[in-house]
């Protein structure tokens, strides 16, 4: 399957376990950014950082907005493949991620999320400039961004 939003996706895969599902049978939708979140740091670990590089450098990213779109449901079982993409920034304090949830049996999309991020110093909680390594891993892929500037 190659229908991803954007081109050249980090892909994640999980499946969804009893302990994710509720009461309705399906996947609880606090999952999914738990889901997000652990994607994002593999995303950051395949470019041989790790939450010491942040430490170090005394520098990490908080989300300011998040948006979801729960598309369909997931259920136990369910092998799930979850891409993300930097599609926008600044390289200095902003950036965006997105993510997109597909079902790897069937390829349908279950879910959408755009993450809004800043830089912030870990010592003073206040925005602050990205280090070397953040700088390096939130540019915009050259297919990304032509991508995004067809939106």
């Not at 950014?33 to 994002?40: I, V, Y």
């Not at 449901?73 to 991620?97: K, P």
Request: hydrophobic fraction near 45%; proline fraction near 3%; charged fraction near 30%.
């Amino acid at each position: 399957m190659t229908d991803w939003d954007f081109p050249d996706p980090f892909i994640y895969r999980v499946a969804a376990r009893a302990e994710d599902i509720d009461a309705f049978g399906h996947v609880n939708n606090g999952v999914y950014p738990r889901w997000l979140d652990e994607t994002a740091w593999a995303h950051w670990d395949s470019e041989g950082f790790d939450e010491e590089t942040c430490i170090a450098a005394r520098r990490g990213m908080a989300i300011m907005r998040a948006e979801y779109d729960y598309l369909a449901a997931s259920f136990a079982g369910d092998d799930l493949e979850i891409a993300v993409w930097v599609t926008a920034s600044d390289r200095r304090l902003r950036a965006e991620r997105r993510f997109q949830i597909r079902r790897a049996k069937d390829g349908k999309t279950l879910f959408r999320a755009l993450w809004k991020i800043v830089c912030f110093d870990l010592d003073s909680g206040k925005p602050a400039r990205m280090s070397a390594e953040l700088k390096s891993h939130y540019a915009v892929k050259p297919a990304v961004e032509a991508a995004m500037q067809r939106l």
